[in-house]
């Protein structure tokens, strides 16, 4: 059985670059994006992320350690993960989040580090990110009205948030991506003014669907489909065109004809990309969950902290990954299953 973990090998993809048995799921998916969540913490609380109350964090000594993250990271980077986007919570306040970035750029075969962030700290951290090597970025921001800002992530900052994405688009970030996650009754009617964000300036605006999660009071009433969303743009822009994207991107691309920067559509809901998929998260208290709407979830934390080889940690990671199901349950399912809040799992 080539699948088996003793007879499992480093395979050939494309003839080209070696790419791991580990990391290739029953499907044939081969995962070299890898998210890692730096920290639970937010200074933001956003409704569709977590419940009014907060959640009740991992007690600090059994969040993954900078030393853990980083010996993960090697290991994933290793069998061919190529990407890595470090979320959260907002994972730009982990204290060492620049020396993490640092080190991560040392890696050998990985190509890209991006972050998505909240924006609240981005202007002021900015000149160090990129001074340790991040390359991309992804700002997330529900409305362009200041006050609604407040209401939807209780709390002020919007002005912050703005000077970030500017500041980002100054130091030559291309494409800048803002994250919107439309939800309906709350600013569905700002739609078209994003859209608008991307005449002038590079940007990349991406609409989400409203997914459900554990705290945030999901109904479908709430959520608004890409194809919904898409009819309202071409009434303003008959002309908007759709842009070929990579075959792992999880974003449908368009552009308005002469507009610089783009939009896209992440149809988690509608239409799922599952087939295409090529991520794998792990959370800051150290499981690897092999799809974001799956509940299942492997402690690598707890392997480590026994003392698991590598060998025994890829075995692990090649399992985990080898039951990785064909798609996700389908909005109906979904919308009843248990699941983390998102701000545990990181996006």
């Not at 395979?11 to 081969?30: C, E, I, M, Q, Y």
């Not at 994250?179 to 989400?208: H, Q, S, W, Y």
């Not at 599952?274 to 499981?287: E, K």
């Not at 299942?296 to 075995?315: F, H, K, N, Y």
């Amino acid at each position: 059985n080539p699948s088996s973990p003793s007879t499992r090998s480093r395979v050939l993809k494309d003839d080209t670059l070696p790419f791991s048995a580990f990391l290739t799921d029953s499907f044939g998916r081969r995962h070299s994006y890898l998210r890692i969540s730096l920290t639970e913490k937010c200074n933001l609380r956003c409704q569709y992320c977590m419940p009014e109350e907060g959640v009740k964090l991992t007690p600090r000594a059994q969040l993954l350690t900078t030393a853990e993250v980083l010996r993960l990271a090697r290991l994933f980077v290793h069998e061919g993960v190529d990407k890595i986007r470090l979320t959260g919570g907002e994972p730009l306040i982990r204290p060492d989040v620049l020396d993490i970035i640092a080190e991560l750029r040392k890696l050998e075969g990985l190509k890209t580090i991006a972050v998505t962030t909240n924006g609240m700290n981005l202007a002021r951290l900015l000149p160090k990110l990129k001074d340790s090597g991040l390359d991309l970025l992804n700002i997330s921001l529900d409305t362009l009205i200041p006050a609604k800002f407040e209401f939807i992530v209780r709390r002020k900052g919007f002005h912050k948030v703005m000077e970030g994405i500017d500041k980002a688009l100054e130091m030559g970030y291309n494409p800048v991506k803002v994250n919107c996650v439309v939800m309906r009754g709350l600013n569905e009617d700002e739609i078209l003014d994003f859209v608008a964000l991307t005449e002038k300036k590079p940007i990349e605006v991406r609409f989400i669907e409203y997914m459900p999660f554990d705290g945030n009071k999901w109904n479908f009433k709430k959520m608004v489909s890409y194809q919904e969303m898409l009819d309202c743009i071409k009434q303003q822009w008959p002309a908007l065109e759709m842009v070929p994207t990579g075959h792992a991107d999880t974003a449908k691309g368009y552009k308005v004809p002469g507009f610089a920067g783009k939009v896209g559509f992440i149809s988690s809901m509608s239409d799922h990309f599952c087939g295409s998929c090529n991520r794998l998260r792990l959370t800051a208290d150290g499981n690897l969950k092999v799809c974001l709407f799956g509940n299942s979830e492997v402690s690598l934390r707890d392997e480590l902290r026994s003392g698991a080889t590598e060998t025994q940690l890829l075995d692990i990671i090649g399992a985990a990954v080898g039951r990785k199901k064909k798609q996700h349950a389908g909005m109906l399912n979904l919308s009843k299953m248990k699941n983390r809040p998102m701000i545990l799992i990181g996006g």
